[in-house]
């Protein structure tokens, strides 16, 4: 019968009870030699699995090494490492490069021997720096190269071993030629930045102008043309009243003067002059009125403050913007009386402009345009402030926007027609009078922006 899988037939076979003891010997042996052989069987086993292991370690190595390698053969600056007495270990192609030697000639040198005498920094200097455990950064070395001296910019640490203790030092150096070359290019972009800035800056600038000088002349031609088409029925009128005294000095008799009379409608010209001369007063004085406003919102007395009305600055810019852009706008004004702030009221009014535009650009092309303006005296723990409020039925702002809409260059209008700087710009005017901007959704559809100042009644007049 055979013996059960996994059992050893000689070490569980029972002995004969008949064996002597010469046999029990025999047998006492081949379990001894069983034993050794099995025991060489795990030991060898045991062999190949750490062969197998220590061969996989092997090409693991191999393969970092061979990665290592090749970073230092790809890195176009120079790395030299050192132990901690300035004895050169290792350096990488573009070291050799530099010195015009191979590694085999470098390594064991001491580092003094690479650098050259009129350094500005010394291996001296290197090795005092390691021993305050502190970093080389950007520190100008001058290598002694078979071309020469040559200046490298070095940064430098301390090199760890697997326990933490300091083996030594890691030297990398970059050619400052190329340092400056990119310098120099770094400059030459900040300058054009700078340019492109400027040329933004000055296009916001003529926007702002242009949008100035149209709803200027927008407003100006309405009392113009009243007084235009009021100066001509005067001429009218005076070339009857002249007709009417050359009869009368002609000696015309009362019938004949009655009919000229009746004829040049004398009676009624008598009665639409004063009419029509109030009518060109009134338009010379909202002409003047308009002028007054240019010059005084486009006084450039930057450090000039004074109390000013918000009411008539917001309803300035409507009538300077909205009125001449969108002529079947809706507009809502809702400004109280009084509602006086400390600044100059110039930049204030280019706010308002912008805001303004702004709100009439977003209702472009929607089936609703509606524009209201709100204005309040509001308390706050800063002290009382005017809150004039723009709101418009536009899209509104998305919500991943909201928080930059007031960085500058950020603009959400077609290319050509917006440079990003109208709203930093306000923002910036509104902080420097001690104020704010903000923007939000409003509940039914739209945006709303606030232009928080502070309010002229909690502050002595200048």
């Known amino acids: ?27 006492d042996a081949d379990h001894a030699w069983i034993a050794v052989i099995r025991k060489m069987d795990e030991t060898y086993a045991e062999l190949v699995r750490q062969q197998v292991e220590l061969e996989a ?13 090749g970073l230092l053969g790809s890195m176009t600056d120079v790395l030299i490492a050192c132990d901690l007495n300035g004895r050169v270990e290792q350096v990488n192609l ?79 150096g970059r050619p400052i030629g190329e340092l400056r070359a990119a310098y120099g290019a770094l400059a030459k972009a900040h300058e054009h930045l700078k340019r492109t800035q400027q ?9 702002s102008l242009g949008r100035l000088v149209a709803g200027v002349a927008h407003e100006l031609n309405n009392p113009i043309s009243f007084v235009y088409g009021n100066a001509h029925a005067l001429k009218r009128y005076v070339d009857r ?8 000095h002609g000696g015309a008799d009362g019938p004949a003067l009655a009919a000229a009379r009746a004829d040049l409608r004398i009676d009624r010209a008598l009665t639409d002059i004063p009419a029509a001369l109030s009518g060109m007063l009134e338009g010379a004085e909202r002409v003047r009125d308009i ?8 006084s450039d007395r930057r450090e000039a403050r004074e109390v000013f009305d918000m009411a008539g600055v917001a309803r300035s810019a409507v009538d300077w913007v909205a009125k001449s852009q969108m002529p079947d706008l809706t507009i809502r004004v809702d400004l109280p009386d009084g509602l006086e702030t400390i600044g100059h009221p110039g930049h204030i009014h280019q706010v308002m402009m912008n805001l303004v535009q702004n709100a009439v650009d977003a209702m472009e092309g929607r089936p609703e345009r509606q524009l209201e303006i709100t204005g309040a005296h509001v308390p706050s723990p800063e002290g009382e402030r005017v809150v004039v409020e723009v709101c418009d039925t536009g899209p509104g702002i998305a919500q ?21 700087l109208g709203l930093s710009i306000c923002y910036r005017i509104a902080e420097e009078h001690d104020g704010r901007l903000e923007a939000a959704n409003r509940p039914g559809g739209g945006a709303v922006v606030r232009l928080v100042l502070p309010s002229a009644r909690a502050e002595p007049r200048p």
């Open 1 to 27: 019968m055979p013996a059960p899988e996994g059992t050893d037939f000689l070490a569980d076979a029972p002995l004969a009870l008949t064996a002597t003891g010469a046999d029990l010997g025999a047998v």
């Open 57 to 69: 370690k092997n090409a693991a190595l191999e393969e970092a090494q061979g990665f290592i390698a």
């Open 94 to 172: 573009a070291a050799e490069r530099a010195f015009g030697q191979g590694a085999e000639a470098l390594v064991d040198r001491a580092l003094g021997d690479l650098i050259d005498p009129a350094s500005p920094t010394s291996a001296a200097d290197v090795l005092a720096t390691m021993a305050r455990r502190q970093r080389i950064v950007d520190q100008e070395f001058t290598l002694a190269t078979p071309d020469g001296p040559h200046a490298v910019a070095v940064n430098g640490a301390l090199r760890f071993d697997p326990r933490g203790r300091a083996a030594g030092i890691v030297l990398v």
């Open 199 to 207: 040329q933004l800056v000055h296009a916001e600038k003529m926007a």
């Open 241 to 248: 009243l002249i007709a009417y005294l050359d009869a009368v």
């Open 291 to 298: 002028v007054a406003d240019l010059r005084r919102f486009s």
């Open 400 to 420: 991943d926007i909201m928080g930059r809409i007031f960085d500058p260059f950020f603009t959400t209008k077609p290319v050509g027609k917006g440079t990003g």
